[in-house]
C-alpha cells in the first residue's frame, strides 16, 4: 500500500520560496502520476500541478506556471514542488496525490483518478 508524506510548509514572505517534498513509503512512486493540490479556507480543492510516470510530462495549473516546479527524484522516491515567488493566494495546504496510471499518458489535475493521497503541509504566504 502506497503511503505519502508531505514536508516542507512554512511561513514566507511574499516573493519567497519554499520547497515541498512528498516521500512514499510502501512502493515505488516512480511507476505512479503523483500531482499536487492545495486548499485554502473556503475553497475547494484544486490541481496545481501533476508529473506522470510516463516520460515524466508535467501539467500545471495556470495560476502557478511560470511560478512553480515539479520533479522526481526516483532514487529517493520523492516528488518536490519547487515554488518560487509565492503571493498571498497561494497560501493554503498542500496535498499531494498519486495513482498508478491505467494507460501510458500525461497526468491529470483532476482529483477524481488518485487514489493515495498525504496529509498535507500548510503553506502561508504573508508579510
Known amino acids: 500500500q502506497l503511503q505519502l508524506v508531505e514536508s516542507g510548509g512554512g511561513l514566507v514572505q511574499p516573493g519567497g520560496s519554499l520547497r515541498l517534498s512528498c516521500v512514499a513509503s510502501g512502493s515505488n512512486l516512480e511507476h505512479y502520476n503523483v500531482a499536487w493540490f492545495r486548499q485554502a479556507p473556503g475553497k475547494v480543492r484544486e490541481g496545481v500541478s501533476c508529473i506522470s510516470s510516463h516520460r515524466g510530462s508535467t501539467n500545471y495549473a495556470d495560476s502557478v506556471l511560470g511560478r512553480f516546479t515539479i520533479s522526481r527524484d526516483n532514487a529517493k522516491n520523492t516528488v518536490y514542488l519547487q515554488m518560487n515567488s509565492l503571493k498571498p493566494e497561494d497560501t493554503a495546504a498542500y496535498y499531494c496525490?498519486?495513482?498508478?496510471?491505467?494507460?501510458?499518458?500525461?497526468?491529470?489535475?483532476?482529483?477524481?483518478?488518485?487514489?493515495?493521497w498525504g496529509q498535507g503541509t500548510q503553506v502561508t504566504v504573508s508579510s
Open positions: 496525490a498519486a495513482v498508478w496510471p491505467s494507460y501510458p499518458t500525461g497526468c491529470t489535475l483532476r482529483e477524481s483518478p488518485y487514489e493515495f
